[in-house]
């Protein structure tokens, strides 16, 4: 009697050691320390300090009344720079922020972990992608908007200006004012930004610059009542491409 006592014993701490056993065994494996960071960019739109309003009235840079319906422009190919040497660079990415939208954010892609101190930016497209065909693109290079549909062999409106600009000088601006159109185009008009900025990440983490674009300083100098319409690389658009490199500034 007093054997099969051990026995039964000896039995049953062998099933659970061996249940013990499979349960380490089935154990997921734990996983492995994240080596890469996050990069992305985020941006938003504004008129000196405030957050810039489709909806609101502001004023051109000789004083005239406008009141926008449409902001957008390409960037792309970002670069992560430190001490003067290019860290990263994304090539083919681009994005394409939109004032309707208001803040937004873009996700760029993995990175080694560390600081930076500079981001250049495409401002526009390199000729390549400027003149590729659009029905065969992603989002944001397939928006049927921001190309020269009706003349392709200039490619995509590399930044887009649109509204209305008061004509009587009483500060109010309604459907009876002329139209601003403004779409600053062809390979010229691409530009480059190098936007400087403090910022590290570690593995694990997000390296998230905020790119403020400043619609104050974008129209710095334009008189829209002026010169109402700007296509292609015309004076306005050369100015306000330029415009455009001086609006940008990381927060």
């Given at each position: 009697m007093k054997n099969s006592k051990i026995i039964a014993l000896l039995a049953a701490t062998a099933v659970a050691f061996a249940a013990c056993k499979k349960d380490e065994e089935d154990a997921p494996a734990p996983s492995p320390a994240p080596t890469t960071a996050t990069f992305?960019?985020?941006?938003?739109?504004?008129?000196?300090?405030?957050?810039?309003?489709?909806?609101?009235t502001y004023a051109d840079g000789a004083g005239h009344a406008i009141q926008f319906s449409a902001v957008k422009f390409y960037f792309g190919e970002p670069h992560l720079m430190r001490n003067g040497a290019e860290v990263v660079?994304?090539?083919?990415?681009?994005?394409?922020?939109?004032?309707?939208?208001?803040?937004?954010?873009f996700i760029v892609g993995d990175i080694t972990p560390g600081s930076f101190d500079t981001?250049?930016?495409?401002?526009?497209?390199?000729?390549?992608?400027?003149?590729a065909d659009p029905t065969l693109a992603a989002y944001p290079l397939n928006d049927p908007g921001m190309h020269w549909s009706w003349n392709p062999a200039a490619g995509y409106k590399f930044l887009l200006l649109e509204g209305r600009v008061d004509d009587d000088g009483d500060g109010t601006v309604d459907a009876s004012d002329p139209?601003?159109?403004y779409h600053c185009a062809t390979d010229a008009a691409l530009r480059e930004?190098?936007?400087?900025?403090?910022?590290?990440?570690?593995?694990?983490?997000t390296?998230?610059?905020?790119?403020?674009?400043?619609?104050?300083?974008l129209v710095a100098g334009v008189?829209?009542?002026?010169?109402?319409?700007?296509?292609?690389?015309?004076?306005?658009?050369?100015?306000?491409?330029?415009?455009?490199v001086s609006s940008l500034e990381i927060q």
């Open positions: 992305k960019i985020e941006y938003g739109f504004h008129w000196d300090v405030d957050d810039f309003d489709l909806t609101q660079h994304f090539h083919e990415d681009y994005f394409l922020p939109d004032a309707s939208v208001g803040e937004g954010e981001l250049e930016l495409a401002i526009g497209l390199d000729s390549e992608t400027n003149h139209t601003f159109t930004a190098q936007l400087g900025f403090t910022g590290s990440v570690a593995a694990g983490g390296l998230a610059p905020h790119m403020e674009i400043r619609m104050n300083l008189d829209m009542l002026a010169t109402q319409m700007g296509m292609g690389y015309e004076p306005i658009n050369v100015q306000l491409m330029d415009n455009l």
